[in-house]
């Protein structure tokens, strides 16, 4: 069992879906991080469902800060928040407590932890969690802002519908981060926006889900950043997004659009910025990584979101308690995507690997404004 990570940063995660708290402890933080619990209500409110296109079970999410800050202010100590689960329905999981729903971790559960796991809702890998880590990365975000780093997470495909691309230049990369980080459907067209919440109603109706595209884009990190061969940028971000419960694909830069071209069609040539004097690429096929360091230009990666598990049309299945063929027609209260939630999952948890490389490499006061 791995319920922690980073290296110098790093997080630690507990709780189960219907047990009385979930949370989260980051160890490794400077002291004198300004930490704002106004800033963590707003990212624990972009994770929450909203409206039709959400589940109908409303967690408020009203966490506390148990250990770690001081006057509004990083400790140094290991900063610890505990978020209570208060509208829960485990009825709903009693009568299927042996039947694995497809596409959820009901019978690997079993199996790893000898059906001594709490089964409600998925226990510990639901996807309830990932509140705790939008917690702990609302420390994270702001400490990385005051430092020029700005990440940001637009959903790129929902079903058949199509946002439109980041712009290659990092200035007006920048402003389109910003703006997705005010905006609760987080998308760079409006009119894609409205095509896809469309499409989510649609499978609701039809009692059916869709899945996606998530791409992220972080602006202002330094060249040089990332530790070959194994934590590397690529190899560190990979490892935790893939922990983000639904993401079953990571690709950076154009690996799959280009990777079937030739070299000089998916080479970055280098180049003097004339403003600044610094070194940049002319394009970032790459997606601002190479051999796996930052090299400066914006580092660009998409995770592939599957439809949620949960729906409610009949399903073929096992009982696994009795060893025979069964039907499933799921029942409780469940998202008809979670795609649009797990855009601030995402940022959080790059904000959190990446302040553990930049601390790894810089020292942990590199956070701190002081």
């Known amino acids: 069992m791995k319920n922690t990570f980073g290296n110098v940063l790093a997080v630690t995660i507990f709780g189960e879906s219907h047990g009385p708290y979930i949370g989260a402890v980051l160890d490794g933080l400077a002291p004198g991080i300004p930490v704002s619990e106004e800033y963590i209500k707003r990212q624990l409110y972009f994770r929450r469902p909203q409206g039709a296109i959400g589940t109908a079970r409303q967690e408020q999410d009203e966490f506390s800060i148990v250990s770690g800050v001081f006057e509004g202010k990083t400790t140094g100590t290991p900063l610890a928040i505990l978020i209570p689960n208060k509208d829960v329905k ?41 509140a705790a880590l939008v917690a702990v990365g609302a420390v994270v975000l702001p400490a990385l802002r005051e430092k020029g780093i700005l990440i940001g997470t637009h959903i790129r495909t929902l079903g058949s519908v199509y946002d439109r691309d980041f712009s290659e230049d990092p200035q007006a990369l920048s402003e389109e981060l910003r703006a997705l980080n005010e905006k609760v459907f987080a998308v760079l067209s409006d009119d894609a926006g409205e095509k896809m919440q469309e499409e989510i109603l649609r499978a609701k109706e039809e009692q059916d889900s869709v ?31 893939f922990s983000i419960p639904g993401v079953k694909g990571v690709e950076f830069g154009d690996a799959f659009a280009r990777v079937s071209g030739r070299g000089a069609f998916y080479n970055d040539s280098f180049e003097i910025d004339p403003e600044t004097g610094s070194v940049r690429t002319g394009t970032n096929h790459n997606g601002g990584v190479n051999g796996g360091i930052t090299n400066g230009m914006p580092v660009v990666f998409r995770t592939a979101v599957k439809p949620t598990p949960s729906i409610s049309r009949p399903q073929q299945t096992v009982d ?4 025979e063929n069964a039907e499933i027609a799921i029942a409780g209260r469940h998202d008809p995507a979670i795609i649009h939630r797990a855009r601030v999952v995402q940022d959080s948890v790059t904000a959190l ?18």
């Open 90 to 130: 485990s009825r709903d999981y009693s009568e299927t407590r042996y039947l694995a729903r497809p596409g959820h971790a009901d019978y690997t559960a079993h199996m790893k932890y000898h059906g001594f796991e709490d089964y409600r809702g998925g226990g510990h890998g639901s996807g309830r969690i990932t």
């Open 353 to 370: 690997v990446l302040a553990d490389l930049l601390t790894l490499r810089y020292g942990t006061d590199y956070l701190t404004n002081s």
């Open 211 to 241: 899945g996606g595209t998530l791409e992220t884009a972080v602006t202002g990190l330094p060249a040089g950043l990332g530790e070959p061969w194994f934590d590397s940028v690529e190899s560190m971000l990979s490892h935790a997004l």
């Open 320 to 323: 696994f308690g009795k060893m």
